[in-house]
């Protein structure tokens, strides 16, 4: 494993080094590096920084923070990542109404869910009440949020999709990109959207001619359907 | 209802308080809770809760404003100031939290802004800059910034030296959000209160250029907010970023990448140093490269900042001027101005109304094309409902444009008209602005001059009272303006036009207006004489009467070799006497009997100005005119002038240089024959 992430001297990765589509090794290193910040896996990246010496710009304290805030969300504890994103920074959920009202929503359905009611209907009346008036633009998320209510059994209800772990998901991943983009970092990791271009490539190549190519065809070990032209990417 | 627990939850830690008791607990309680003698760590829990509940959410603030949440706060925060010794956990948290909290309440809730304003929190927050703790320093700056972006920063009284120069050390911070934060509030220091020479004094404008080589996108934007802010309007801080080239480079190339907020920023920096006059001629031909990408943020964008910058970056380039209007510049602006009201906050649709206005003026102002557009897309009673804004630049920009139209003789005949500019145009004259005022004359200049319906309506709107009281002003350009305006009101009028302006200027005050010290005012009020001469006899005579010729006899002082006239003057006066001359043989003789003729032969050999020889053949032509019915006094006046040796001077100007003067002596010559 550390091989793996090993970074090679000064000018070794021009050559035999490099993979096939010539792509240098330190930038590959980088991608990684950007998947894990990203991503928030500072173990990950604190680890892959020793090993590999690939730095980056971002604070790794700062992730830990933002790892902390999205899993409570994703535990359902919306209250209590409002009040650390409130110390990460104000000024998030101050300019994001449309976020500042999906957070809300959230604790709603968590209400909803913990079958409170009386104080569900409080809430909706003393908080989300006031964020429809202002903005009409969220009635309609808020009276499908509502509906619950109404139904004995809200898991077989048409708006059941609110009581699933997506939606938990959803509100996670918007307020972790508030966060990275107020710090100024990417929204998302480059590497998946590289891997849907490959793929999307590859198709319209195999669409448009029969030419062999590298193809490759198994993205998890980088495997190519021509091997007599394959060339480790690393040593 | 069921009743829940109070104290902290399980999930949150000691600090923190579950909603659910704060629902419960009137704002009032929690006020209560924040004020003295509450233990600190309870003190705390509820400032916590308090920050929680009011971030995002305008209702909850304007509730705990109303409950005197703001003093509460400040006060926390004053009192920890005050301790002599260091912070300890508990303040520090106190003191983060009431700047977070101060900074929520005065965003997005004017009456919030207004509570922290009054309550003085801005010295504490200003204070807290100087902290060696990084945490209170970013914490105070972003509640002053979300202070200084508020709807009422206009009231913030200027920062002091001393804060200022805090604010410039946070600028070369490692902590590049917080130097940008920093870079924000400065940049409103000196669209507020105009402190960029202040901030420049401290060296502030060399440490906000730095921040533009940031990586962050975020830092990059706040320092060129405050590079933009500060060089607006100032040519010297202009000038020192138009010299550094790694500056130059970088906003260039910000304002062809990165998104529309980025651009527009980019290009509002090089819009203000490369509009300064004289400007080095590498960074002027940048107005040239950032076109284009103006144009476009024009598509794409309802940014107040937009129409500003196109309407200096096309100041005074009529080679841009076209262009933009190639690019369908006109449509864009004037689409936006006719639904203005939609597209902006309340607080920006003056300024974009302004911008707007002064975007299609300046377009418009060498393009009748633009002009044309401006009416097909019916833009033209926007505009004119622009006249009589609350808003002072409104006006001034509405006027420039109505200025810009007005040269357009179609659209005074058609949508000026029918939009009844003359009214709203009509009361700028006496705008308090001056320079509305100026503006609003040179329209009325181009409005009266060849429509007889417009003249009426402007003479029975009272307009010759105001631009006589006008012509008695002490700025001389709207002498000059109101002057030129009585000029053209005249021109081709009829006699009870002429007769209802002189009623309303009258005679001492043209006289006064040919006596004018500013010789193009001077050549106005001769005009004026030229154009109330022009016409049938009765044209002629109530001038020739008025004090027994004293107008006559101003001519002639002015035609005098002595006075010192310029060509101009004496060519204009020439005219007036060559339109006496076409009157009644009385007319005919005064001017016979007049020293002027001397002076006539004077200007025909005047060998600078062919005008000038032109305009006095006329006076020959006019003199010898034979009419059928009494030839007789026109052989008596031939005979005259042969003696005075006009005959010879204009046999000597048979092949003059110039062709006009050429006929003209051929058609004079005729009569001596």
Redesign the interface.
Known sequence: MKDFWSEDGPGSSTSSKEGFAGVKKERMNRLIMNFFVTEGYVDAAREFERESGTTT?VNLETIKDRMLIRR?VQ?G?V??A??RV?DL???I??H??KL?FHLQQQ?LIELIRRK?V??AL??AQ??LA??GE?NPGFLEELERTLALLAFEDPLVSPVKDLLGVQRRQQAASELNSAILH???QEKEPKLPNLIKLLKWSQNRLDDLSDTSYPKIENFETGETSRSSLQTPMVE | ??V?EEGP?S??GA??V???SF?RKRAEEAVGELKEGVEPAKKKSTL?AL??EI??????KFTFVKEGAVQAVSKILRDALAKPAGFDATTTDLVIQSA?TL??FS??LELGAEAVIESGAVTDLTQLLGSSDTRLVTAAA?ALR?LFQSSRASTLAPLSDSAILLLIKLLPLEDE?TAGVSASILAKCCEIHGQQDRIQSFGGLKAVMRLLQS?????QEAGMECVAAMTSENKELATFVSMDTEAVSTLLKLSKTGSSSTKLLACRCITSISTQPDAPEEIEKLRMHLLPVVIKLLKQAYHPHVPHVLARLLYDKQKLQKIAYDSNAVSMLTAWLLEAPGASPPQDQKYVKEGLLTAIGIISLHNEDARRSVIELKGIRTIVDALRDEDERVRAAACLCAKSLSRSRMAIKSSLFDAKIDGPLLSLLSDPSPQVQQTASATLCNLVLSFNPMKENILAAGGVRELAMLSKSMDSILRLHSTWAIKNLLCRANRRIKERVMEELTWPQLLTLLNDSEPDVQIQAVTIVRNLVFGKMEDIEPVVQYKNGEVLSILERLLSPSSGSSAKIREHAIYAVSNICSGSDKHKDMIIQSMILSSVLQCLRDEQSSELRVAAAWVIINLTWKDADDEASAKARIERLRQMGFEDQLESMKDDSSLDVKDRVVEALRSFK
């Open positions: 710009e409570a535990k504890e209250e209590d409002i009040d409130n920074n104000p000024e959920l101050e994001d109404s500042f604790r409170e009386d104080k409080l809430f003393e908080y006031p964020l202002e107020a710090q100024c | 209802m069921t829940m939850s999930s949150g600090i923190y579950p909603h659910e629902v916590r920050r929680n971030i995002g959410d305008r209702t909850k977070a900074g929520s965003c997005g972003r979300l959000l990586k962050l996108n975020k830092v």
